[in-house]
């Protein structure tokens, strides 16, 4: 088609899977370069996990009881800090503008961010995880391959939770104290899925339902980033 | 609404007895308030195709919530703002370049990776290629520095080669001239010349009147988010 103005082709939208490939190679390439979301959790975390083994003593049997809520409360507070970072660089020389401006729509870009973020908190994990481990001397008595399930679920749910909502807060001047204020009680239900369901696979309690416990984190995944996907447009939108 | 909001600017195609047969873009009564302010105050203008307007006046005039709006970027509190014969500017946004004081860019990538991001956030075929855009504004596609490493002029350049990839029919360009040296500013206003002959318009705002003078073909004054004179230029490119 062309116009009658300008003699130019119309534009037509590449497919969401290229936009969403493209955000992401863009994300990870910046990531790789400034490791400044990857650095900040990982120090934080791994603060978190010392201060809490000092505080109690890691090596009793009770360990076992508030490993799983220790952990997540970690992964928490410290995705929590590169959360709030997560759309800086595109409020950084009105680069969210430049994007507004073309004909890729926001769903692409916000599920290639929730991803980048979603990698980004999985490697800190994965490092935090074994030094987690050795420090609270913990052997899980459970079905341990389940943890390989229900940390990647509840960490799904804690990004595109956080994504979104720093997105919301990115026009705010307090977003550092908002994006706690909003993530924190919505993201509840997924946290103590989470920690009942790790806590359950480290005691090996059989009378808890662990599957229960993965079924609710995947559908609260499944309907927070359904919603967050249509929503986020609008938000992108916003004044 | 505020009483001197309701007074109505003099069209303006009308005042300089130009009758557009095509527009590419027009504000009809179109005013902007943030909070109790002001910004733009029933401006009415039609612009041309295939022509260049430099916007003027003084800061806090109105000249980049002008440009934000035809961008699709920004609602008018009142008014009608269309583009492209009749679109609405949010909806042809892609038809659009709109380049701010800001370079728009990620400071982490190089220049030819900030265009090859953008240029694949539209439909391949009909972009730029990355490379020769930047050869265009006169930037080395090879240059290994990152944005956040160049100098303001090259900032102002790739700010300008990300506008250009999409060949837009409508170039919004917010103080373009702006911390670029006279020799630079050269090459960037044939550039727009050059652009400029493809039917394609170009609206830019600058404090540096003698600078655009080469590529304007009407000049267009804000005071106080009011248009005060449309007046034609000379263009000598």
């Known amino acids: 088609m062309t116009t009658p103005t300008t003699g130019q082709t119309e534009l037509q939208e590449p497919s969401w899977s290229k936009l969403v490939f493209a955000h992401l190679q863009k994300d990870l390439r910046i990531e790789w370069r400034s490791r400044e979301a990857i650095n900040s959790m990982l120090f934080f975390a791994l603060l978190v996990v010392v201060l809490f ?46 994007l507004r401006m073309t004909p890729s729509g926001g769903s692409p870009m916000f599920f290639a961010k929730v991803l980048s973020n979603f990698l980004f908190v999985s490697i800190v994990q994965v490092i935090l995880g074994p030094i987690f481990f050795i420090m609270y001397n913990l052997h899980p008595l459970g079905e341990a391959w389940l943890l390989a399930v229900v940390i990647p679920l509840g960490t799904w749910a804690l990004v595109a939770n956080g994504t979104f909502f720093a997105a919301l807060s990115i026009r705010s001047r307090n977003r550092e104290l908002l994006l706690p204020l909003i993530l924190f009680p919505i993201f509840l239900p997924a946290l103590l899925a989470m920690v009942m369901a790790v806590k359950t696979i480290l005691t090996g309690d059989s009378g808890d339902p662990t599957h229960l416990w993965i079924k609710l984190l995947g559908g609260y995944d499944i309907i927070f980033t359904t919603v967050s996907l249509l929503l986020f447009g609008t938000v992108l939108e916003a004044e | 609404m505020r009483p001197e909001l309701l007074m109505m600017d003099v069209p303006l195609a009308e005042s300089l007895d130009v009758t557009p047969t095509q527009s590419v873009g027009r504000l009809e009564a179109v005013s902007r308030l943030f909070g109790s302010f002001a910004a733009l105050r029933q401006v009415s203008v039609t612009f041309e195709p295939g022509k260049c307007y430099v916007l003027l006046g003084e800061n806090g005039a109105g000249k980049s919530t002008l440009l934000r709006i035809l961008a699709g970027l920004l609602l008018p509190s009142a008014g009608k703002v269309t583009v492209f014969e009749g679109q609405e500017p949010h909806k042809a946004r892609h038809r659009i370049g709109y380049m701010s004081h800001a370079p728009m860019l990620y400071d982490e990538l190089t220049g030819l990776e900030n265009m090859r991001y953008f240029r694949s956030l539209y439909q391949t075929e009909d972009c730029l290629d990355a490379e020769d855009v930047l050869r265009q504004v006169g930037l080395d596609p090879a240059l290994p520095r990152t944005l956040g490493q160049y100098s303001q002029g090259m900032r102002q350049r790739a700010s300008l080669a990300r506008v250009l990839i999409s060949k837009p029919g409508l170039l919004l360009l917010d103080e373009p001239f702006s911390n670029m040296d006279v020799e630079s500013v050269d090459q960037m206003v044939r550039l727009l010349a050059k652009f400029r002959t493809g039917n394609r318009t170009i609206l830019l705002t600058t404090h540096q009147r003698d600078l655009a003078a080469p590529i304007a073909d009407f000049i267009l004054k804000l005071r106080v988010g009011r248009v005060h004179s449309l007046e034609r230029g000379t263009p000598t490119l």
């Open chain 1, 53 to 98: 083994s000092m505080a109690f003593d890691p090596t009793a049997d009770a360990s076992r009881e508030i490993a799983g809520g220790v952990l997540c409360v970690a992964t928490l507070f410290a995705s929590v800090s590169a959360l709030n970072q997560a759309w800086a660089r595109e409020i950084r020389h009105q680069v969210l503008d430049a």
